[in-house]
């Protein structure tokens, strides 16, 4: 099993960066993906970024356009999140996933085995 927890700056102006991490504890000596996705309210929960746990393998939403960055600090055991350029179209619950069922990247949340609670994100205009 892993357990996944969120956390980071929970209010922004927009036009400024944020910086979430995800804590992993369970798995965490085999390689996996994990990836953050994000719910706005009444939206569907959508693929933000994906990178592989050990292997130098990551990429973010195009839709993004290039404003995220995921990373990860194997030593703590840690994914990063940073986004810039945010707008109140960012504000959303943001979560952690893993996936530990294959080996290959997913966008799909339905693909994933493992989530964090969420952590709150809110951009102010």
Avoid: H
Avoid at 7 to 22: D, E, I, N, T, Y
Avoid at 28 to 40: D, E, V
Avoid at 82 to 95: E, F, G, H, K
């Amino acid at each position: 099993q892993v357990q996944l927890v969120e956390s980071g700056v929970g209010l922004v102006q927009a036009g400024g960066s944020l910086r979430l991490a995800c804590s992993a504890s369970g798995r965490t000596n085999s390689n996996y993906y994990l990836a953050w996705f994000r719910q706005a309210p009444g939206k569907e929960r959508e693929f933000v970024a994906t990178i592989s746990w050990r292997v130098d393998s990551s990429y973010g939403a195009d839709s993004l356009k290039g404003r995220c960055t995921i990373s990860s600090d194997n030593a703590k055991n840690t994914v990063y999140l940073q986004m810039n350029s945010l707008t109140p179209d960012d504000t959303a619950v943001y979560y952690c996933a893993a996936r530990v069922r294959s080996w290959a990247a997913s966008e799909s949340q339905a693909t994933y085995d493992y989530w964090g609670q969420g952590t709150q994100v809110t951009v102010s205009s």
